[in-house]
């Protein structure tokens, strides 16, 4: 697995949750710029290898944390959408494609009351 260190530390022997399925697994080793090191921090690109975790219980997108502070998930947020320029009209219905960090998931927008624009 690889990814970037978005807060906090990773080391060895560390024992980690998987968001969103919740999968518990411990850290085999940690690789920064192709070499072995101990303890990688916030902002470390990092490749690491894991125990009691399989490559089909990953996915693109999922979050390693401390089992004691997981992640919070969600399947529907609302968000405000500021459109700098598009060629045709935006309505309920539309679909895009919405890009968050590793993430990329087909949206559609919908009318929430007093007719606010949502993204589902």
Same mark, same amino acid.
């Given at each position: 697995?690889?990814?970037?260190?978005?807060?906090?530390?990773?080391?060895?022997?560390? !024992? @980690? @949750?998987?968001?969103?399925?919740?999968?518990?697994?411990?850290?085999? +080793?940690? +690789?920064?710029?192709?070499?072995?090191?101990?303890?990688?921090?916030?902002?470390?690109?990092?490749? *690491?290898?894991?125990?009691?975790?399989?490559?089909?219980?990953? +996915?693109?997108?999922?979050?390693?944390?401390?089992?004691?502070?997981?992640? !919070?998930?969600?399947?529907?947020?609302?968000?405000? @959408?500021?459109?700098?320029?598009?060629?045709?009209?935006?309505?309920?219905?539309?679909?895009?494609? *919405?890009?968050?960090?590793?993430?990329?998931?087909?949206?559609?927008?919908?009318?929430?009351?007093? !007719?606010?624009?949502?993204?589902?």
């Amino acid at each position: 697995m690889s990814g970037k260190i978005e807060a906090g530390y990773i080391k060895n022997g560390q !024992k @980690l @949750l998987i968001m969103p399925n919740m999968h518990r697994c411990e850290v085999a +080793s940690v +690789s920064v710029d192709e070499d072995d090191v101990p303890v990688a921090k916030c902002g470390d690109n990092v490749r *690491l290898r894991l125990k009691n975790c399989e490559e089909e219980d990953l +996915s693109i997108g999922f979050v390693l944390c401390h089992p004691k502070a997981p992640v !919070k998930t969600a399947r529907v947020f609302e968000a405000q @959408l500021v459109i700098v320029e598009h060629k045709s009209i935006i309505t309920a219905g539309f679909r895009a494609v *919405l890009h968050v960090h590793t993430a990329v998931e087909e949206v559609a927008l919908s009318v929430r009351k007093k !007719k606010k624009l949502s993204i589902h």
